[in-house]
């Protein structure tokens, strides 16, 4: 018999029959209030878990005696519950690569839709408001030869320095951790303590994953320390910036705009301020939303579940200690 998987996101038509050759599955489009209790259920039976969105922990993985691997479409995990996973000897999988330079691709759009007011001017056409020649009340600023300070230095951290120093001829700037000589070398980039790449930035680009850690690492302060004409970018995970602190930056001019594809809040609530500030661009968490990466995060996720129930794990795994036990 196959072994039973539980799978709460929709898969492309091929993914989905690689899935059934090697396991049973019980499908459900999402894990959520109105089914909690029949995902609960099939976890009792179920080796495998494979999905995003929705919180991994511990309420769940007590309805779930049987799982052995649990595969996450996404390269976040922050709704995971890893120490209970490797309590529980469970790997958890991510698809940390295939989706870098799209997602690099997005922070860059939104570089230069901030800066060069794409998205406001574009609606200005459409409401007709083009009627002669553009003056100044139409005017951006510009992104090249500008410095990019970056705060998480990851995979997509040094796909947006390439793009930044190798395409727009931008200094770049950088927080993290660790050095990074492969940055430092190919880019030019340099590493900064905080207060510094805050003060030096012109586009300052949070990265950061969500951990305690990170937890409001942009606050009121940080903002304070930024130039007035300083535009910053979130494109890692919402609550790494403490949103009300950056409403009140942007419309006390303590900034001057900002870029935003993930929130504290996702959906974005519908009477967030952020909605009525012409300074600011907000994006519905499409980081990685292409066609193409979309497919292989799925494909990846696919084969790193297979890879875990059995027991062939080569990369992706968040929790490598619990592997070979
Ligand atoms: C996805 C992401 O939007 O991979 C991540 O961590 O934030 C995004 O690529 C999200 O996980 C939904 O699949």
């Known amino acids: 018999m196959k072994p039973s998987i539980v799978l709460y996101k929709k898969l492309p038509a091929d993914l989905h029959q690689r899935l059934e050759e090697h396991f049973s599955i019980v499908e459900f489009d999402g894990i959520n209030e109105g089914n909690r209790a029949k995902v609960f259920d099939a976890l009792q039976q179920a080796e495998g878990l494979i999905g995003s969105g929705g919180a991994v922990n511990k309420e769940l993985l007590d309805h779930a005696p049987r799982l052995r691997g649990v595969s996450t479409i996404s390269v976040g995990y922050d709704n995971f519950d890893v120490d209970e996973l490797t309590r529980r000897e469970i790997p958890l999988m991510h698809t940390p690569t295939v989706l870098t330079d799209t997602v690099a691709d997005t922070v860059m759009a939104l570089v230069l839709s901030t800066a060069r007011r794409v998205v406001n001017v574009a609606e200005r056409v459409k409401a007709g408001e083009w009627t002669s020649n553009i003056g100044a009340d139409w005017f951006g600023v510009d992104v090249h030869h500008k410095t990019i300070g970056i705060i998480g230095m990851g995979r997509i951290g040094m796909a947006l320095a390439q793009r930044a120093h190798f395409g727009f001829d931008m200094p770049v700037l950088y927080n993290a951790r660790s050095q990074h000589k492969a940055a430092e070398e190919r880019f030019g980039a340099k590493k900064c303590e905080l207060d510094e790449l805050l003060a030096k930035s012109d586009f300052v680009c949070v990265l950061l994953p969500l951990t305690d850690q990170t937890f409001h690492t942009i606050g009121k302060e940080q903002l304070a320390k930024m130039k007035s004409s300083a535009i910053l970018i979130s494109a890692g995970r919402g609550p790494v910036i403490d949103e009300k ?40 968490h499409i980081g990685s939303a292409t066609h193409e990466t979309r497919y292989g995060m799925a494909a990846c996720a696919v084969d790193n579940l297979i890879a875990a129930l059995t027991g062939d794990v080569k990369e992706n795994c968040v929790n490598p200690q619990v592997l070979n036990k």
């Open 245 to 284: 602190a950056l409403i009140a930056a942007l419309k006390d001019g303590t900034i001057h705009a900002a870029g935003m594809d993930v929130f504290e809040t996702e959906p974005l609530p519908k009477d967030s301020p952020l909605l009525c500030l012409p300074n600011v661009v907000a994006l519905p």
